[in-house]
C-alpha cells in the first residue's frame, strides 16, 4: 500500500464544474503538498499546508489531520486547469518525500 | 529570481553507459531534492542535499549517487544504465529543511536504449 493515496485517477470535467481531488495518507507528515503538472513535465507548487484551508484564486485546498485526509478544490473549472495533479507529503522528520500517483484531469471547453 | 535549472533536458543513453544530470537550485536555497519519474511508478523520492550533505536516500540502488557542491549546485550520477532507468528526472530546492515548499526544475527526460 502506498503512503499517499489519491482519487481519482482519471477526471474529465466540462468547463465551469467545481472539481474535488481527493488525497489520504498514512504516515505522520509535517506538510502536505499539492503539484501541478503540465504536459512537457514541469512541476508548480500550488499549496503546501499543514491544518486548515489556503486558497489562491479558483484553487482551495484543505486538510483534516485527524482523519489524515486532504483536497484539492478547482472552483470553475477552465480548460487550462488541464493538467496532472499530485499530492505529496513531507514525513515527520521533514526528510522524507511520499507521493500520489497522480490525477489526470482534461477540462472540455 | 531565476528558477530551478536542470541540465540537459534530454539525453539518449546505451545501456551500460553512465549518465551524469545537473541541477542549480534558486539562489539562496541550500537544499536539493531529485526525483524519478515513470509512468508505471509515478514520482519517487531519490535523495536529498543540504549543504554539501546527503540527508536522505529513498529506495534506489547504489547505481544511483549523486553529490553536492559548496555554490549548492548538485549532480546526480546514474551508472550502468538499464533500460529500467528511462524516465523523467526531476529536481527541487527548498529554502529549508522542514515542511517548505519545493521549487522544481523542468527536469531531464533520459532515454535507455
Known amino acids: 500500500k502506498n503512503e499517499v493515496e489519491q482519487s481519482p485517477q482519471n477526471l474529465t470535467a466540462q468547463e465551469g464544474e467545481f472539481i474535488t481531488i481527493n488525497c489520504s495518507y498514512s504516515?505522520?507528515?509535517?506538510?502536505l503538498h499539492w503539484l501541478q503538472q503540465h504536459p512537457g513535465g514541469g512541476i508548480v507548487s500550488l499549496f503546501m499546508l499543514s491544518s486548515g484551508k489556503k486558497k489562491h484564486g479558483r484553487l482551495i485546498a484543505t486538510i483534516n489531520i485527524q482523519e489524515k485526509h486532504s483536497s484539492l478544490h478547482i472552483t470553475a473549472s477552465h480548460p487550462r486547469d488541464s493538467a496532472v495533479y499530485i499530492c505529496?507529503?513531507?514525513?515527520?522528520?521533514?526528510?522524507?518525500?511520499?507521493f500520489g500517483t497522480g490525477t489526470s484531469l482534461t477540462v472540455i471547453p | 529570481k531565476a528558477g530551478v535549472t536542470q541540465t540537459p533536458r534530454y539525453l539518449i543513453k546505451t545501456r551500460g553507459q553512465q549518465v551524469t544530470l545537473s541541477c542549480s537550485p534558486i539562489?539562496?536555497?541550500?537544499?536539493v531534492s531529485w526525483y524519478q519519474q515513470t509512468p508505471g511508478q509515478g514520482l519517487q523520492f531519490l535523495f536529498e542535499?543540504?549543504?554539501?550533505?546527503?540527508?536522505n536516500k529513498g529506495n534506489f540502488p547504489g547505481r544511483f549517487s549523486g553529490r553536492q557542491f559548496s555554490n549548492s549546485r548538485s549532480e546526480m550520477n546514474v551508472s550502468t544504465l538499464e533500460l529500467g532507468d528511462s524516465a523523467l528526472y526531476l529536481c527541487?530546492?527548498?529554502?529549508?529543511?522542514?515542511?517548505?515548499?519545493?521549487?522544481f526544475g523542468n527536469g531531464t527526460r533520459l532515454t535507455v536504449t
Open positions: 504516515v505522520g507528515i509535517s506538510a
Open positions: 539562489s539562496g536555497h541550500r537544499s
Open positions: 505529496a507529503a513531507t514525513g515527520n522528520t521533514g526528510n522524507q518525500f511520499y
Open positions: 527541487a530546492s527548498r529554502g529549508r529543511i522542514g515542511p517548505s515548499p519545493l521549487h
Open positions: 542535499y543540504f549543504s554539501e550533505t546527503q540527508r
